[in-house]
T-cell receptor, first 117, second 114 residues
Framework: GAVVSQHPSRVICKSGTSVKIECRSL??????MFWYRQFPKKSLMLMAT?????????EQGVEKDKFLINHASLTLSTLTVTSAHPEDSSFYIC?????????????FGNGTRLTVT | AQSVTQLDSQVPVFEEAPVELRCNYS??????LFWYVQYPNQGLQLLLK??????LVKGINGFEAEFNKSQTSFHLRKPSVHISDTAEYFC????????????FGTGTRLTVIP
């Protein structure tokens, strides 16, 4: 079946540094990838929609200069948390949609646990 | 826009007992509905989906859900739960307009008690 790989699974960084999270679709081309943030005991909050070859679309309230998204190819999207602060500590999950497969279930990565000290 | 309500944040149930996890949605357009399961520190795995056709949908691990348009519900059921079913369950909805954007409920923590 379809697999989405997310790396790293866990990362600890110091306040003020930047962290890059990768999301790869391993056996299909993903025109669109989504980045979610999950707070403890809360649902997934959509942060942005990443489209290959174009700028990401950010949800209201999400700082695009802080959460940089790049979707350089049909199999890779990256989320960079710039100048991270402790309040950015969270579980970040990406998902990918197969190219042309509208309204099909999304395939999710296993998430990245970010801890900012 | 769409939204999802999962009224039960936690559901404890004894092993081999039946369980129902409730999900209600709100939308001004026709929708697709999904249930996902999340194990600790992992991403989401699709349990089942309703796109069209029969309102009773069967998924993996013995789960099923029924789409009720009049009640705008999509409750998840399993006749006999196992310890391994302990996890977080999310109901999600997307509009039928061509976008894959999913709106999630706040999740229900199912705890199976031995």
């Amino acid at each position: 079946g379809a697999v989405v790989s997310q790396h790293p699974s866990r990362v600890i960084c110091k306040s003020g540094t930047s962290v890059k999270i990768e999301c790869r679709s391993l056996d299909f081309q993903a025109t669109t990838m989504f980045w979610y943030r999950q707070f403890p005991k809360k649902s997934l909050m959509l942060m942005a929609t990443s489209n290959e070859g174009s700028k990401a679309t950010y949800e209201q309230g999400v700082e695009k200069d802080k959460f940089l998204i790049n979707h350089a190819s049909l199999t890779l999207s990256t989320l960079t948390v710039t100048s991270a602060h402790p309040e950015d500590s969270s579980f970040y999950i990406c998902s990918a949609a197969r190219e042309g497969a509208y309204n099909s279930p999304l395939h999710f990565g296993n998430g990245t646990r970010l801890t900012v000290t | 826009a769409q939204s999802v309500t999962q009224l039960d944040s936690q559901v404890p149930v004894f092993e081999e007992a039946p369980v129902e996890l409730r999900c209600n949605y709100s939308s001004s357009v026709s929708v697709y509905l999904f249930w996902y399961v999340q194990y600790p520190n992992q991403g989401l795995q699709l349990l089942l989906k309703y796109l069209s056709g029969s309102t009773l949908v069967k998924g993996i691990n013995g789960f099923e859900a029924e789409f009720n348009k009049s009640q705008t519900s999509f409750h998840l059921r399993k006749p006999s739960v196992h310890i391994s079913d302990t996890a977080e369950y999310f109901c999600a909805v997307s509009g039928r307009t061509g976008a894959n954007n999913l709106f999630f409920g706040t999740g229900t923590r199912l705890t199976v008690i031995p």
